[in-house]
């Protein structure tokens, strides 16, 4: 059976008995957070898979962390450094995490807010898997078509 922890209560905050691929989920958007993009890396297996459909100049599928850590960084670039997240939830069990999020982001004439789930496979404490899921048509809209 899967051990699974979730930590609504604390708002995004973790709490004592969170499980450790919940910790790892909180830590690697801590990292973005900060704008450490080594700790964001430090937080992907070498041949870890990000997936992020959608019709976005930023939707993809980027492999490795270089291709993650590039993605993550242009996102905020082409958002004119106004790209901002505010972690919602974040809940563990054995095969992962999953964590939601509040995307904004504006200036220019143009307004992005709205609300995203990632779900992180994890092994041997590393993320191989992340399937982002987003309002596509909110980020097509405002980070252009690709």
């Given amino acids: 059976m899967s051990q699974t922890s979730t930590t609504a209560p604390t708002h995004g905050h973790a709490d004592a008995g969170e499980h450790p691929n919940a910790t790892l989920a909180r830590q690697l958007v801590d990292a973005f957070l900060r704008g450490d993009m080594g700790g964001v890396a430090a937080a992907l297996a070498p041949d870890a898979v990000w997936e992020f459909p959608g019709d ?3 939707n993809g599928t980027y492999v490795g962390p270089d291709e993650i850590v590039g993605f993550l960084g242009r996102s905020f670039e082409l958002s004119g450094g106004t790209l901002s997240l505010e ?13 939601i999020q509040r995307v904004r ?19 041997d404490g590393k993320i191989v898997r992340t399937y982002h899921r987003s309002d596509s048509p909110a980020l097509t809209a405002y980070f252009g078509r690709a």
């Fill in 87 to 99: 972690l919602i939830d974040v809940m563990g069990s054995d095969w992962g995490a999953t964590h």
């Fill in 105 to 123: 982001a504006g200036g220019d004439g143009r307004s992005l807010d709205g609300v995203e789930i990632l779900s992180h496979e994890i092994r």
């Fill in 56 to 58: 976005s100049v930023l």
